[in-house]
């Protein structure tokens, strides 16, 4: 299957999550990303509470975004090891770097300085705050973000506090944000033959993906709280509702869908109620609508509601479990999960978040063994065994293992 990035390449500094998983959009849809990392590796390798995976630098984190990688370790803190960077330049399409603003220009190679080498580069930096204004400096992590976006302080229920989410959206919507300004550049350039400088803010991207809160606070004064299960739209059928076992969320949102609801939970007559006539009425008797929802639903399961409701088109979905939802047939039809034969086993990950041409990409390889495909990357580039072999000497280089030459396989790229 022809893949619409299969001629691009992308030499990714990118540690954590934020920018591995900008890169991770390209890998999965064929471009050759050259993951380059310090000796020790990404830190994200041992992030994990699971001791042998944290020893061996093979975090489930590490590899659900570096599938399909190539892992290039050097020390970017010697002159030889950037000297080496510089000399992969020529080829590259794309630099993405998540570093601190001035890290990269301080080692040499900043958007100016590669740039020169080859004036076709796109250069995408995803930081915290940006290259420019009071805050471009400080470091910023994922929670940060969630705190200062004002994400933090809509999440969450009244009675607890601020709640992040789950998982570390701030972090991804970066990424991802990332990924487009970088699709976005590739575009352009065919069109001018130029690259350019992509300056990605993890805070500038949270806001944009809060665009409709945004503008609700500046046009109409709003502010924000937290508002539990409750849906944007604060229509009070689109919420969470206890059943006799497990919770379901109601997507109910307009006057056919609520007719819908209350025939098919055998309450008919609410639609004749004067407090349910419309939402600004709903809105106020939100308690005696909830509690003749849930004693409706109290008989029965959220399984046995979800299939009931879904049966009469009323937008709905019970509570699950990660554990419980990658078990669903919806994602078994469409391969989003794919195993992935690793150095410690079969795992299944997820790969794209759509198909190509019918079909979903393909998560070819595993993430990368540190520094797996050094040598192969290198003597592509020109560099001779012997000089390689002095790299690795002088500490240059990650060392050669038997684990990482097996796993190379003898094609290099398996």
């Not at 004693?295 to 990660?322: F, K």
Request: hydrophobic letters at 40%.
């Amino acid at each position: 299957m022809s893949m619409p990035f299969s001629q691009v390449k992308i030499l990714d500094f990118t540690r954590y999550l934020a920018g591995p998983f900008a890169t991770f959009q390209f890998a999965v849809l064929g471009a050759d990303v050259i993951k380059v990392e310090s000796l020790e590796g990404d830190p994200t390798r041992k992030t994990t509470i699971d001791r042998a995976l944290a020893d061996a630098k093979m975090s489930p984190t590490f590899l659900a975004m570096n599938p399909n990688k190539r892992s290039l370790a050097l020390d970017l803190n010697s002159p030889e090891g950037v000297s080496i960077i510089r000399s992969l330049i020529k080829d590259v399409d794309v630099v993405c770097e998540n570093f601190r603003p001035g890290v990269m220009k301080r080692l040499g190679l900043g958007y100016d300085a590669l740039k020169a080498l080859n004036p076709r580069l796109i250069y995408c930096s995803i930081s915290g705050f940006g290259h420019s204004g009071p805050e471009q400096y400080t470091a910023a992590f994922d929670g940060k973000i969630q705190a200062m976006s004002g994400m933090m302080a809509m999440t969450g229920d009244p009675a607890g506090g601020p709640m992040r989410t789950g998982f570390a959206v701030c972090d991804l919507i970066a990424g991802m944000t990332g990924a487009f300004a970088i699709s976005s550049a590739l575009y352009e350039r065919e069109n001018t033959g130029q690259g350019g400088f992509l300056d990605v803010s993890m805070l500038d991207s949270a806001l944009v993906f809060l665009a409709s809160q945004v503008c609700e606070a500046t046009m109409g004064g709003v502010k924000h709280t937290q508002m539990g299960n409750l849906s944007v739209s604060r229509k009070v059928t689109a919420n969470r509702f206890r059943t006799g076992d497990g919770d379901i969320v109601l997507a109910v949102l307009n006057e056919k869908h609520f007719a819908k609801l209350m025939v098919t939970l055998g309450i008919p007559q609410a639609l004749d109620d004067p407090r349910f006539t419309d939402w600004f009425t709903r809105t106020e008797h939100e308690p005696a609508l909830r509690g003749m929802i849930e004693t409706a639903m109290a008989p029965h399961n959220a399984s046995y509601w979800e299939q009931t409701l879904t049966a009469a088109d009323i937008p709905c979905g019970m509570v699950r479990r990660l554990d419980e939802i990658i078990q669903h047939p919806q994602l078994e039809h469409r391969a989003v999960l794919q195993t992935v034969k690793t150095p410690k086993g079969e795992f299944r990950m997820a790969g794209a978040g759509f198909q190509w041409q019918d079909k979903t990409p393909t998560l070819e390889t595993c993430a990368p063994l540190l520094g797996q495909h050094t040598d192969e990357i290198l003597q592509q580039a020109g560099y001779s065994a012997a000089q390689i072999r002095q790299f690795r000497d002088r500490g240059t280089l990650g060392p050669a293992t038997a684990e990482s030459a097996a796993a190379a396989g003898p094609e290099g790229r398996n």
